[in-house]
């Protein structure tokens, strides 16, 4: 039974990709930055229990952070999760809350495994496409991203823009970079496979307390349907026009583990076109059919008013074919992906309170 170490297990992607791991057989250990997040994904998921286990790593981004872990535990892969977050108000100054922890966290774990850990085979890493792009409707009409693209976004810049999203954007991109680095000038004996999503989503099954607070990406979606606007959104106000569902992104994770030709190799994959419209159509069709017909009658009431004004979306030109084929995804449709969504927010706004 391979042992697989996946850090930030109480995030959004981490949980769906536990679930994965153990569905193929993997036994699991979590890193979380608290006792009490380890508890909380246990008692979310008692299925997991005896086959997940967590340690405690309360700052990622120090040196050596990993060292008594991989000690102490032999692992035969790595999925590297965690990383700063876009959404907290607290994070407003480039270098101290998005370069040094993106970068570092990054480094510290490599430099412990390479050091520490002779027995790790792979290590998957969730990227961001905002290594590539900002997503303005400018880069988006003017570029075709493939695996090779980079954004063009330097340290400077985000310095002088002291703005959390562009912040965000260049510490990806770094971020990045600093992993390939490290791979071409220290030459590790496992091999690294870095995925590059857009926007991620898909039923949160991580440990929710606050219907409000769940994660970026399902806190946008809810936006949709909890009241928030009266009218469809234009989605270049706050979607980027692609997206994977988080069971296909996870199940990439996984596969790109013990598959030769992800090794060493950076991947664009998903590239669903998105809209704020298409969502809206998609959750309105369902809302018309019944339960028994896999509706969500629930819906009714709840959806913006389609004007027509969000139209001219810049599609994105994502090249993602390699990374899907490579891994094998089927992905899921719009019906599957919003649709889960929904009915597992709902589920969660029963039993948190909301709207």
């Not at 979590?30 to 340690?55: C, I, P, Q, Y």
């Not at 510490?171 to 870095?194: D, G, Q, R, Y």
């Not at 059919?289 to 979306?313: C, F, M, N, Q, W």
Request: glycine share 6%.
């Amino acid at each position: 039974m391979p042992h697989t170490l996946i850090t930030g297990a109480n995030s959004f992607v981490a949980a769906h990709i536990i679930h994965e791991l153990i569905t193929a057989g993997h036994s699991v250990t979590g890193s979380v930055r608290r006792t009490s997040a380890g508890e909380a994904l246990l008692e979310t998921h008692s299925e997991w229990k005896g086959k997940l286990d967590f340690v405690v790593v309360e700052d990622y981004a120090k040196d050596g952070a990993w060292d008594n872990i991989f000690k102490n535990k032999k692992f035969d892969h790595v999925i590297h999760v965690a990383a700063p977050l876009l959404d907290n108000p607290a994070n407003t100054d480039f270098d101290r809350d998005f370069l040094k922890p993106g970068v570092q966290s990054n480094i510290s774990l490599l430099r412990s495994a390479a050091a520490y850990a002779p027995t790790v085979k792979s290590i998957a890493i969730t990227g961001s496409v905002n290594s590539m792009t900002t997503g303005s409707p400018e880069e988006l009409t003017a570029t075709v991203f493939t695996n090779e693209s980079w954004s063009n976004i330097t340290q400077d810049d985000a310095r002088k823009a002291q703005n959390a999203y562009i912040s965000y954007c260049s510490s990806k991109k770094e971020a990045e970079l600093a992993v390939w680095e490290f791979v071409k000038t220290e030459k590790p004996e496992f091999s690294v496979t870095i995925f590059l999503p857009a926007l991620i989503f898909g039923p949160p099954i991580q440990p929710v307390t606050n219907i409000k607070k769940m994660n970026y990406s399902s806190d946008v979606f809810y936006s949709l349907f909890n009241g928030t606007y009266t009218e469809v959104p234009f989605t270049h106000s706050f979607l980027f026009p692609s997206y994977i569902d988080v069971r296909d992104l996870a199940m990439a994770h996984v596969r790109a583990l013990t598959m030769p030709k992800a090794a060493n190799k950076r991947f664009l994959v998903g590239g669903m076109s998105l809209s704020a419209s298409s969502v809206i159509s998609t959750l309105r069709a369902l809302s018309e059919k019944s339960e028994e017909d896999g509706g969500i009658p629930a819906l009714k009431g709840r959806l913006p008013e389609d004007t027509g004004k969000d139209v001219g979306v810049v599609p994105v030109r994502m090249e993602a074919r390699e990374g899907n084929e490579t891994l094998g995804l089927v992905l899921r449709s719009m019906e599957e992906t919003f649709g889960d969504a929904a009915r597992k927010v709902l589920d969660l706004e029963k039993t948190l309170g909301g709207k």
